[in-house]
């Protein structure tokens, strides 16, 4: 198996705009907000334990997952969250590492906000840490996505708490500049995980 690297970060903090990069450069880059879509598309077993919890309204009228609907549904239910983590962590987790034991390139990366909250921390080796302030989150997130400033503030608070993503983490890109300073601060740890993945073989 290759090398790995995980790159995490809160909500707004700009983990998208720095893994196209790293794509940019050649890497494989896999996405676990993209494999937690894949795992409930019909028809999978995951949709069906759904629908049969939450009843047929929790589809789509072309039978697709309602996905703000299901947040709504979880977001205060402590008890409804872990039922779904439950469900679906170990097959996001699953589908990744089929993901990541397919990689050709040199190293490759893992994209998850949730990198630190579930099991997909043993499915890397190294972690970089995309890091904004609060105050930065929550302007790129109502810039980006809309909504009220209230849920924004109510997602940060599920997350990992900041100081303890930092302390976890081996690198740590500061997001806080202008976007025009990333792709040199992507490049330098490319070339980095680059001499690592080498001494990884």
Not at 55 to 68: N, Q, V, Y
Not at 75 to 81: A, I, K, M, Q, Y
Not at 103 to 128: H, K, N
Request: net charge neutral; with cysteine.
């Amino acid at each position: 198996m290759g090398f790995r690297v995980g790159l995490t970060g809160g909500i707004g903090s700009g983990k998208s705009t720095v893994a196209r990069i790293f794509a940019g450069l050649g890497v494989d880059v896999f996405d676990a907000d993209t494999a937690a879509r894949e795992v409930v598309e019909p028809p999978s077993p995951a949709l069906d334990a759904i629908r049969e919890r939450h009843g047929p309204e929790i589809l789509t009228a072309s039978g697709i997952l309602d996905r703000p609907r299901l947040r709504r549904l979880v977001f205060d239910n402590s008890g409804e969250r872990k039922w779904l983590e439950d469900l679906l962590h170990p097959l996001i987790g699953e589908r990744l590492r089929r993901q990541i034991d397919g990689s050709r390139s040199a190293y490759c990366m893992l994209v998850s906000p949730l990198l630190l909250e579930t099991g997909q921390r043993r499915l890397i080796d190294r972690m970089l840490v995309v890091d904004v302030s609060r105050n930065t989150q929550l302007r790129r997130s109502l810039l980006r996505d809309g909504g009220d400033r209230a849920t924004i503030e109510a997602i940060i608070d599920t997350q990992t708490p900041r100081d303890q993503r930092l302390a976890a983490a081996a690198d740590i890109i500061d997001n806080e500049a202008e976007e025009d300073a990333l792709p040199a601060r992507v490049r330098s740890l490319h070339r980095l995980y680059l001499e690592l993945a080498k001494s990884h073989e």
